[in-house]
């Protein structure tokens, strides 16, 4: 195969498919992520769905990786979901987020096990709280008591078309003065030892596991279960109908990951490419100078 004045054989061919074929992988493993939870991550356990449930809605997704990005936002028409935060918060980080909610914003805190989503609720004056006792229920369940099915939902704009949530290995929520709006089954148990079985000492009742609550001009939404938002459980009913009402109607929704330890590193550049313009007049510069240097080396072939 001849090109100009140049002869291209097969080495040359395959050398620059193997090229392509790298660049391709490498731009692929920098732009994804395999965290739990991840917003670019589109395995079982990624968060990548709800991306899908906003653009379906009509929404503009903002994945944020700085508490400072709330100030970007009309906060009455964006609602935020801090997924299960894998560090704490500082006190000016917790002031950005209740600025944000105070002003009209909605947040929704999801966590189960970890420290720090009611680390946060603390720190935006929130009272709800999450309980990390393991909630079990062995006959509204999907699969196994350890994936209890909440059977009992309040009437409200949030839970629209909601009937049930599937949960997967969830803790429960202590309302205080929020209002309740999901419970578990009355079959649902508190499994306090973690053995898997109901004791002499647990005792089956209905426990909260999604609660709202007035702050400011805003709403604080408290999930006691961060995988309902994952990929796989999102096709569990009707934890896609949740998504969808906790988005509807709001023009913008945040995907905070400013307490999330892995960050696909494409996307984290392409954030700080927009947020600065001295580094895209640099990429801008950098881009002119390589096309001016492809078509010089093209003329001399």
Do not use: C
């Not at 100009?4 to 994804?32: D, K, N």
């Not at 148990?189 to 079985?197: A, I, M, P, S």
């Amino acid at each position: 195969m001849r090109v100009g004045s140049r002869e291209v054989g097969s080495p040359h061919l395959l050398a620059a498919a193997l090229l392509v074929t790298m660049l391709l992988g490498v731009g692929v493993g920098a732009s994804t992520s395999s965290s739990t939870y991840g917003a670019f991550n589109a395995a079982w356990d990624g968060g990548s769905g709800i991306r899908g449930v906003a653009s379906d809605a009509g929404a503009e997704t903002e994945v944020v990786y700085n508490t400072t990005e709330y100030g970007e936002v009309d906060p009455a028409g964006t609602v935020a979901f801090v997924i299960s935060p894998e560090r704490g918060y500082t006190d000016a980080e917790a002031d950005r987020i209740e600025a944000f909610v105070r002003a009209g914003g909605t947040v929704v805190v999801a966590d189960d096990f970890r420290p720090h989503g009611n680390d946060l609720l603390g720190r935006l004056g929130a009272s709800a709280r999450i309980n990390q006792t393991p909630l079990r229920d062995d006959r509204h369940q999907y699969k196994s008591g350890a994936l209890p099915v909440a059977t009992r939902v309040a009437a409200d704009p949030l839970t629209r078309d909601v009937t049930q949530l599937t949960l997967n290995h969830p803790a429960t929520v202590t309302e205080n003065e929020s209002t309740v709006l999901v419970r578990s089954s009355n079959f649902s148990y508190l499994d306090r030892d973690d053995d898997g079985e109901l004791d002499e000492s647990e005792t089956l009742q209905s426990h909260p596991v999604v609660t709202t609550e007035r702050l400011g001009a805003g709403d604080v939404v408290v999930v006691s279960d961060p995988s309902v938002f994952i990929n796989a459980m999102l096709e569990r009913p009707d934890n896609r109908a949740f998504a969808e009402a906790l988005v509807a109607d709001r023009p913008t929704v945040v995907l905070d990951f400013s307490h999330a330890e892995e960050r696909p590193p494409l996307q984290v550049a392409l954030r700080a490419l927009r947020g600065s313009g001295g580094l895209q007049l640099l990429f801008g510069g950098v881009v002119v100078g390589a096309v001016a240097l492809v078509a010089r080396s093209g003329r001399r072939s």
